[in-house]
């Protein structure tokens, strides 16, 4: 009878505080949305759809909420958790709320005729992630961001340049992937390898492919058995945290990191320090920032019917008016410190 | 009653450390330089992590539960006490200002977390009698989006005192595989020579027998989430000080599936009651040699899942096997 009640007693515990939690989130965000309408913004209704929350798009879903703030949107956003179905439930559900706008950064952009045709009539603007099939794209569904096959091209030019200085046009890589199977995985992968190409260079795997998801320690147990025992000029990585397990991993077998170019993408503050320390040969600089605030933007702008890249500092693409980029950067040594 | 040596019985309960000298000498073969010492070393201290993980989970398996938990609680418990060490004049620290805490408080308040965590969730499954599958997932995700509501960044820059446990090295020996050790020691030490042991097994093999013969099977109950917890807050801490850096979404994602192949593999039996902390040890090594061995033969990462899951699943159906002759 008593261990009933003391179960009882937590079960009713452990609902109270999971009602209490809600209830605090509720009354934190309501007022937060109220206020910025009052503020005689256009009291817009908005719905950021995020595929995850990684460090990258943490800062591009910051920047988004602060953009909305400035412009008076009521901004809502929601984590798919890498799942299609539950992003495609979210944008179902913010149609039935009666969002103005909804903005998607897919899970797969192969779903972006799914995105499209859940939201109705509510104009879409896709972020970050690139439509697998860009003809989805009209005056009800835009994209805002960055052309993945440039940043691994900015690995492969410097790469190039780099080898080709010292007399060398025959060099083996270690690669460090990040998801296999997904889309921006292989698109980096892909275009710093062509790029390589490109630039005249012979580049031979000198492993099996590593895939250690965008985490550090997967890449710095992954990569550390390799380091002495196999022959590589250079390590490529699909994103710094794992180019940063590879310099740990480096450090901990006493070899020298600066001794190989080792070269990442986002320029996160780890990955700028590492470059300052010289640990890190260059990343490329995805502006997190940028694509946030212009996705912002151009959904305002789908609302009241402006041109989608008014105010938002960048240009729509030559060819197809629905596209706006966000350009990526190569950061090293030279221009590191323009960036903190 | 006479003490001879049983060459059958030995056999059949080392079987396991057959299977990793068999998998040590075809790796060896297929890669010579998978036999240096440095390997040896780099392979140890890649598994240590995932394998003080399945020092924990295996006192949950053994009393019949299961601890999904795990990778998430050493996240969380990772980003906590990383965000402890981070130093005052870092301005993308969690708290900007802190400063760096000494180590050995911040440990400690890593190992209070980690036990209030499996304090909690050990309590819901001894008193609710929830299946302890269903209550750490549950724990699971709270852990998890604990961790990322807590810091949505890496953390990173931890102090060097911070990361001593994780990095350093004494010698030649990286202190992560003395710690790793030393864990193994505390568990065999809880599992052979204690009444909380003792008590484990009676609780997996048959809970009302256990009961009926005085155990009591709700505290010892909680005292294996504390100890799967406890395990996973020393797990995390490490996870954070070898890496250098502790992430909310990415750290120990997952491990908690390592840690109960590994305990799996090394004879831990699901239906409760039966684990050797020697052949846990050796399932540990077995996936350690399978995970480095294979990239260093340049094996794609697909196919060494593949190979993962056939060791995973043949391993059981061995030992199921041999259970039920033995009984």
Redesign the interface.
Same mark, same amino acid.
């Given at each position: 009878m008593k261990r009933r009640i003391f179960a009882g007693f937590i079960a009713s515990a452990m609902m109270v505080s999971m009602l209490a939690g809600c209830g605090s989130n509720d009354g934190g965000e309501q007022p937060q949305g109220g206020e910025s309408g009052a503020e005689g913004g256009s009291g817009h209704k908005v719905t950021l759809i995020m595929s995850q929350r990684d460090e990258w798009l943490s800062e591009m879903e910051a920047a988004a909420q602060a953009a909305a703030k400035d412009i008076g949107i009521d901004l809502t956003t929601q984590d798919a958790n890498s799942d299609t179905s539950k992003m495609i439930q979210y944008i179902e559900s913010s149609v039935t709320a009666g969002e103005d706008a909804i903005i998607v950064n897919m899970v797969d952009p192969e779903t972006a005729a799914q995105c499209v045709e859940a939201a109705g009539e509510v104009p879409v603007v896709f972020v970050n992630r690139f439509p697998g099939d860009p003809s989805v794209l009209n005056e009800k569904a835009v994209y805002v961001g960055s052309d993945e096959m440039t940043s691994g091209a900015f690995q492969g030019e410097y790469l190039a340049k780099y080898f080709k200085d010292q007399g060398k046009t025959e060099i083996s890589y270690l690669m460090l992937n990040g998801i296999l199977g997904q889309t921006s995985t292989t698109n980096r992968t892909a275009s710093v390898l062509k790029a390589l190409e490109d630039n005249g260079i012979k580049a031979t795997e000198a492993a099996a492919p590593l895939a250690a998801n965008y985490d550090r320690s997967e890449a710095l147990d992954m990569i550390s058995p390799l380091l002495t025992t196999t022959e590589y000029d250079c390590i490529i990585s699909n994103n710094d945290a794992m180019a940063l397990g590879a310099v740990e991993a480096m450090m901990q077998q006493g070899l020298d990191p600066k001794s190989v170019p080792i070269v990442g993408i986002d320029a996160t503050a780890d990955g700028r320090q590492a470059i300052k320390d010289g640990t890190l040969a260059m990343t490329v600089f995805q502006n997190a920032e940028g694509q946030g605030r212009a996705s912002l933007q151009a959904a305002a702008n789908l609302i009241d019917g402006k041109p989608i890249a008014d105010g938002t500092g960048y240009e729509v693409d030559d060819e197809n008016e629905f596209i706006i980029w966000v350009p990526f950067e190569p950061v090293t040594i030279d221009n590191v410190a323009d960036y903190d | 009653m006479q003490k001879t040596f049983d060459k059958k019985k030995f056999l059949s309960q080392n079987s396991i450390w057959l299977v990793l000298i068999v998998l040590v000498i075809i790796m060896g073969v297929a890669?010579p /330089?998978f036999f240096t010492v440095?390997?040896l070393l %780099? =392979?140890l201290?890649?598994e240590a992590?995932k394998g003080i993980l399945a020092f924990g989970v295996m006192f949950a398996i053994l009393s019949k539960g299961i601890d999904l938990t795990i990778g998430a609680s050493a996240g969380l418990v990772a980003c906590i006490t990383a965000s402890l060490v981070q130093p005052a004049d870092y301005?993308?620290a969690v708290f900007p200002g802190l400063g760096t805490l000494p180590a050995p408080l911040v440990i400690l308040i890593g190992l209070a977390i980690g036990a209030g965590i499996g304090a909690i969730y050990g &309590?819901?499954i001894a008193? %609710? @009698?929830i299946p302890p599958f269903i209550a750490t997932l549950g724990a699971q995700l709270i852990c998890r989006a604990g961790a @990322?509501m807590y810091t949505?960044? *890496?953390v +990173?820059?931890l102090s060097s005192e911070f990361r001593f446990l994780g +990095?350093a090295k004494i010698g030649p020996i *990286?202190v992560i595989i003395l710690v790793f050790f030393v864990m193994f020691a505390i568990s065999a030490f809880l599992l052979t020579q204690t009444r909380f042991g003792k008590n484990v097994y009676a609780i997996g093999g048959n809970d009302q027998a256990a009961r009926v013969a005085g155990i009591n099977v709700?505290k010892n109950l909680i005292m294996v989430y504390v100890w799967c917890s406890v395990c996973a807050a020393v797990a995390g801490m490490l =996870?954070a000080g070898? &890496?250098? /850096?502790a992430?909310p979404?990415? +750290?120990g =994602?997952n491990y908690e599936l390592d840690a109960i192949a590994a305990a799996t593999v090394g004879g831990t039996s699901h239906t409760g009651g039966i684990c050797r902390v020697s052949g846990v040890l050796a399932g540990i090594l077995i996936l350690g040699v399978i995970?480095?061995g294979l990239?260093?033969l340049?094996?794609?990462?697909?196919m060494t899942n593949i190979v993962k899951g056939l060791i995973i699943v043949g391993s059981v159906i061995l030992d199921m096997r041999k259970n039920a002759k033995r009984a």
């Open positions: - | 890669q /330089s440095n390997n %780099t =392979l201290s890649g992590v301005a993308n &309590a819901i008193y %609710t @009698k @990322k949505s960044r *890496p +990173s820059n +990095s *990286p709700e =996870l070898r &890496a250098g /850096s992430d979404a990415n +750290s =994602l995970n480095n990239v260093m340049k094996v794609d990462d697909n």
